[in-house]
């Protein structure tokens, strides 16, 4: 007996790993605050990948179908990345170290197309004036940069998101 959804699930589960490995090779940081062209972005990605989901099946029943899949698959993936760290690691990006006792990893900041202007502003909102003073700055999976300064007595926390940069949206 055939399954008469059975060709949407398959479909939604191909569509969900094809966005999971697209936005990990695209960058999921550049997600990490949406401006203008990043939702047109989304929703046009949206569109196009919703036929390929659901194929012919345009029925109220198919869309639900498609939509509980995601929501299936991306709570399995959740749960599988949180037991299985190689998964985790594969899948999921990692905080990055910018700068360590007041040394920047010129490297890392290059990498991430974090400016130096960018870090200071993110510096100024952690209240430290000075990279010799930075214990500890990281750039965190959801885009934000943490700083640990030097003075404990002055410990605070604070929240910088990245801001996109022109170069970036080039990418798309």
Same mark, same amino acid.
């Given at each position: 007996m055939h399954f008469?959804?059975?060709?949407?699930?398959?479909?939604s589960v191909a569509v969900y790993f094809f966005m999971t490995i697209a936005l990990r090779i695209f960058g999921k940081k550049e997600l990490s605050q949406l401006n203008t062209a990043d939702i047109i972005l989304?929703?046009?990605?949206?569109?196009?990948v919703q036929n390929a989901m659901v194929g012919p099946d345009t029925s109220l029943v198919g869309g639900l179908v498609a939509a509980l899949v995601l929501f299936v698959i991306n709570f399995v993936i959740k749960k599988l990345t949180h037991h299985y760290k190689t998964l985790g690691n594969l899948l999921l990006d990692k905080p990055e170290i910018l700068i360590h006792d007041g040394k920047l990893d010129f490297k890392a900041l290059s990498k991430l197309d974090i400016s130096d202007e =960018?870090? %200071?502003e993110a510096?100024?909102? /952690?209240?430290? =004036?000075?990279? %010799?003073n930075v214990k500890l700055a990281m750039l965190e999976i959801d885009g934000t940069i943490s700083i640990i300064s030097e003075d404990?007595? $002055?410990? $605070?926390?604070? &929240?910088? %998101?990245? %801001? /996109?940069? &022109?170069?970036n949206l080039q990418k798309f």
């Amino acid at each position: 007996m055939h399954f008469p959804y059975l060709d949407i699930i398959i479909r939604s589960v191909a569509v969900y790993f094809f966005m999971t490995i697209a936005l990990r090779i695209f960058g999921k940081k550049e997600l990490s605050q949406l401006n203008t062209a990043d939702i047109i972005l989304i929703l046009l990605i949206s569109n196009s990948v919703q036929n390929a989901m659901v194929g012919p099946d345009t029925s109220l029943v198919g869309g639900l179908v498609a939509a509980l899949v995601l929501f299936v698959i991306n709570f399995v993936i959740k749960k599988l990345t949180h037991h299985y760290k190689t998964l985790g690691n594969l899948l999921l990006d990692k905080p990055e170290i910018l700068i360590h006792d007041g040394k920047l990893d010129f490297k890392a900041l290059s990498k991430l197309d974090i400016s130096d202007e =960018e870090l %200071k502003e993110a510096m100024r909102q /952690h209240g430290v =004036e000075f990279f %010799k003073n930075v214990k500890l700055a990281m750039l965190e999976i959801d885009g934000t940069i943490s700083i640990i300064s030097e003075d404990q007595n $002055k410990l $605070k926390q604070t &929240h910088y %998101k990245r %801001k /996109h940069n &022109h170069k970036n949206l080039q990418k798309f």
